[in-house]
């Protein structure tokens, strides 16, 4: 019976690691996201000319803190993209 119990705990430790690991993780990516989103609505409201630079909504916010991965995706798309085509041959 005490090896039992013995497993149990260490399962049970076990479980609070992974736990911890995963909130750490969960925690580094949104983190990442409100960093992002703060940079590209500075970027977007204050750099950009009309018509691209108004304010954003909390949905626009929302949408690049959770989706960051994709939507800086899109971003380092696009502007390696503008950059080649503006590229003097």
Same mark, same amino acid.
């Given at each position: 019976?005490? $090896?039992? /119990?013995?497993?149990?705990? *260490?399962?049970?430790?076990?479980?609070?690691?992974?736990?911890?690991?995963? +909130?750490?993780? %969960?925690?580094?990516?949104?983190?990442?996201?409100?960093?992002?989103?703060?940079?590209?609505? $500075?970027? /977007?409201?204050?750099?950009? *000319?009309?018509?691209?630079?108004?304010?954003?909504?909390?949905?626009?916010? +929302?949408?690049? %803190?959770?989706?960051?991965?994709?939507?800086?995706?899109?971003?380092?798309?696009?502007?390696?993209?503008?950059?080649?085509?503006?590229?003097?041959?």
């Amino acid at each position: 019976m005490k $090896n039992l /119990t013995k497993n149990g705990e *260490q399962l049970k430790h076990h479980y609070q690691i992974k736990t911890m690991i995963l +909130l750490h993780l %969960i925690s580094l990516y949104i983190t990442i996201g409100v960093i992002w989103s703060i940079w590209l609505e $500075n970027f /977007t409201t204050r750099v950009l *000319q009309a018509p691209y630079n108004q304010p954003w909504t909390n949905s626009e916010r +929302l949408f690049h %803190i959770t989706l960051w991965v994709y939507s800086f995706g899109v971003f380092i798309y696009n502007f390696v993209k503008d950059y080649f085509k503006n590229k003097p041959k």
